[in-house]
């Protein structure tokens, strides 16, 4: 598909609890672009698979799953709405245990394939931000704005146990720490798709920055 030549694609990777999407929400409606996490889709799919009972560990399945599986991202009232072949499992794809499991499918090479293409041809649809792990390295390498955010590891877990206490959730903050090392390693580790900064992306440490900060630094650049 030939692209417009006004068509743009803001470009968010980092780390969980790096604030990009809460960031990316916020970019996305303040220049009225389409917003598209890209983590959603992973999560959408390993929800399926272990539904299904697949193992988690036979790569050729799951790729055959993610090729007859449709994840629809809708954009409503402000929040997004996830749906797996239509079902709505926005809450569905959040829990600690869908949070672990996914490492098991984002790493398989059949699955990640299929979801580029997939964040591709949605990506081309509208002017978009998309937010995740390789959108500046792999998805979109031609992004015309691309951030890589990042922030310490103990301000990372201390942002997540919060949102796992007001979601009403048990959790332990050096527990929720060393879930959170854990998943940095499964993302950099991976052989394909990894997390990355892209050479050409700017990189911005949250560590000590508000949202309504980070927003503003992000629309510095874009404007
Ligand atoms: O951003 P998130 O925490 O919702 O992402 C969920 C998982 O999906 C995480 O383990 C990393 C993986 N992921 C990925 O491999 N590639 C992406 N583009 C986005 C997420």
Redo the contacts with the bound molecule.
Sequence with gaps: MAKRPDHFIVAIDGP?GSGK?TVSKLIAKKLGLLYID???M??ALTLKAVRQGLNLEDSDRLADLARSTRVDLVNAAGTLKVLLDGEDVSGLIRTPELTND??FV?RVGGVRSEMVKQQRAIGIRANAVLE????GTVVFPDARYKFYLDADVAERARRRHKELVESNRQADLAAVKSDVEK?DES?MKRSL?ALKKADDAVFIDTTDLSIDEVVEKILSYIK
């Design positions: 969980a999407s890209t983590g959603a992973y999560r996914v490492k984002a995740g792990r390789d959108i998943r993302d798709g």
